[in-house]
């Protein structure tokens, strides 16, 4: 075996992405330091079937507290130090990837600062799985020779728009955007005004990967109505762009089964 071998190590804080939610798209070494860690923090987001066979007794939900908010970050990293101080092996698990989106950035430099030992296990980000498993690849030579990863879902303390849509319509690539179920009209009336083609495909991918995984399709200028008749909720990955136009050639022999209720179908 390459790599850390190793058992989870007592003290160590494991910075982990449990991909999008299909169990069996954890990595190797994810399962296993799940298996042998002495506690896993972790919120929702990677998923029913993945939390639901974590050990109850060996885990704690760190996504929301007692009245429903959300627990802040700063407690976060503080529980994180204070296990790793108490001698335990703990496993961090974040949908997806943990630094795609996953404060893990903000997590590692805490540790690093509090001179907790840590790892950062890798994992595959709903950003490009939600639409691969929808049939819809990122890139594609005839049609995408990019790809941008934006939120958006703007940090709100930020003073000015922290994306420049202007600047991703005119990369011509494909925009995959994460947490924009809710300003999904914002931002696609922003690309319109950048100049992007009102015919320009939309896909939603809603829980992808997870039981119910639904799709919406449609254009930028109709995906808000094809979002609001299929009542699509978060999690989901809006994916902007020619390639997301390429579903409709491979849907009928794509057989990643998931979502036994089919595409939402709006706007097909
Ligand atoms: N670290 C995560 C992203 C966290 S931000 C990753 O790499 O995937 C949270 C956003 O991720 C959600 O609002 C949604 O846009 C997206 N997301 C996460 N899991 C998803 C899934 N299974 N299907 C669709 N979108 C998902």
């Known amino acids: 075996m390459s790599g850390n071998a190793i058992d989870a190590e007592p003290g ?27 506690v896993v923090l972790h ?9 639901d066979r974590l050990p109850e007794d060996r885990r704690e939900d760190v996504g929301k507290r007692a009245g429903g908010e959300r627990t802040p970050q700063s407690e976060i990293n503080e529980r994180l130090v204070e296990l790793a101080r108490e001698g335990k092996s703990v496993v961090r698990l974040k ?5 795609v989106f996953g404060r893990g950035g903000e997590e590692a430099e ?21 639409p691969a498993v929808a ?9 995408a020779s990019s790809v941008s990863f934006v939120t958006g879902h703007e940090d709100p303390t930020k003073a000015e728009s922290a994306v420049d849509w202007d600047a991703l319509a005119a990369t ?20 319109l005004e950048a100049g992007m083609a009102p015919e320009t495909p939309v896909a939603l991918v809603e829980r992808g990967t997870w ?23 978060p999690p989901a990955v809006t994916v902007i762009g020619d390639v997301a136009g390429t579903r409709e050639s491979v849907v009928e022999f794509l057989q990643n089964d998931y979502g036994a209720a089919g595409d939402a179908g709006a706007g097909e």
Request: aromatic letters at 4%.
């Open 12 to 38: 160590t804080v494991y910075l982990v992405g449990s991909g999008p939610g299909d169990p069996d798209l954890l990595t190797v070494k994810a399962k296993r330091l799940l298996e042998e860690c002495d």
């Open 43 to 51: 919120d929702k987001l990677p998923g029913p079937e993945i939390i």
């Open 95 to 99: 949908g997806g990837d943990s630094f």
């Open 110 to 130: 805490y540790l690093a600062a509090h001179e907790v030992p840590f790892e950062v296990v890798p994992a595959v980000t709903s950003a490009i799985a939600a």
């Open 135 to 143: 049939g819809i690849p990122v890139t594609h030579r005839d049609h």
């Open 172 to 191: 011509g690539g494909t925009i995959v955007v994460l947490m924009g179920v809710g300003r999904l009209p914002d931002y696609t009336t922003a690309l």
């Open 211 to 233: 039981p119910g995984q639904r799709v919406a399709t449609g254009t930028l200028e109709t995906i808000v109505d094809a979002r609001d008749e299929a009542g699509i909720e």
